[in-house]
């Protein structure tokens, strides 16, 4: 939340409050809970929002105490460089398991003559999903080590989060594809992936701002003197 509108940064113009709140929706005490929002998937966890009016809190409330006043910038940032990474590990397993059905489902299907998984085409395409799934894999392997030793990863964790979140959009695309117009039904699991995959394009911050973060980074290293 906005404290210090006086603060001679941006950064230090948040701070950090831990709220407590009623369970369910509806308003308690300044706090309203709006209800459910009916989304595209990521079902398994409930989103909402929360609205404060006039809700008012004690200073103990602040995470870290009064020395935490002006830092919830850095506190929030800190969570979403892990946040991304765990992104990009999400985005990692769906398309992994979207892989996994894609080429089962080509060795199973026969169109003229021959399963679908001996037309070049097909081949091509699995060929090309894997090596995305390892890529995605590799890098998020990578951030998640960086943060691990201890070392700030925000650029491991920007390019990791950008390029397994976009792999996982294109591989689901394709073992839908391959699925042809079973793809489509509720009845193959490839229908509920290829519904998952686009939130790992927005969580955690969007691929135009992954790019932000890594150009920015790239000047900075580059910077011609
Ligand atoms: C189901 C769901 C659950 C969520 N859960 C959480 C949560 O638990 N915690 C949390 O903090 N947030 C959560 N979010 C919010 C999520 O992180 C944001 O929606 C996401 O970061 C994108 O921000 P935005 O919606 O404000 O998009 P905007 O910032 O409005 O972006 C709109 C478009 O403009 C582009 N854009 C914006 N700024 C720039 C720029 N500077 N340069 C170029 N392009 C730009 C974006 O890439 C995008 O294409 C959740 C969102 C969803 C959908």
Redesign the pocket.
């Known amino acids: 939340m906005k404290t210090d509108e006086g603060a001679d940064s941006v950064y230090r113009n948040m701070t950090t409050f831990l709220l407590e709140k009623e369970p369910g929706f509806g308003t308690h005490g300044g706090i309203t809970i709006p209800g459910k929002?009916d989304?595209l998937g990521?079902k398994g966890?409930e989103?909402t929002e929360m609205v404060l009016d006039n809700h008012r809190v004690p200073a103990s409330s602040i995470l870290g105490g009064t020395d935490g006043r002006g830092k919830g910038f850095y506190q929030?940032m800190d969570g979403v460089e892990v946040g991304r990474v765990n992104v990009a590990a999400r985005a990692c397993g769906i398309m992994i398991r979207a892989f996994e059905l894609a080429i089962a489902y080509a060795q199973q299907r026969r169109t003229f003559g021959k399963q679908i998984v001996d037309h070049q085409a097909i081949a091509f395409k699995l060929a090309e999903m894997a090596t995305k799934v390892e890529a995605g894999h590799l890098m998020m392997v990578n951030a998640a080590r960086k943060k691990d030793s201890g070392q700030r990863n925000d650029v491991e964790a920007g390019m990791a989060k950008y390029l397994a979140s976009e792999y996982c959009y294109e591989v689901t695309t394709d073992s839908f594809r391959i699925h042809g117009g079973y793809g489509y039904s509720k009845e193959y699991e490839i229908e509920r992936l290829f519904r998952e995959a686009p939130?790992m394009l927005?969580?955690?911050?969007?691929?135009?701002?992954q790019?932000?973060i890594i150009s920015r980074a790239l000047l900075r290293d580059y910077k011609l003197s």
């Open positions: 929002i989304k990521y966890v989103t929030m939130f927005i969580g955690e911050g969007t691929s135009e701002v790019k932000r």
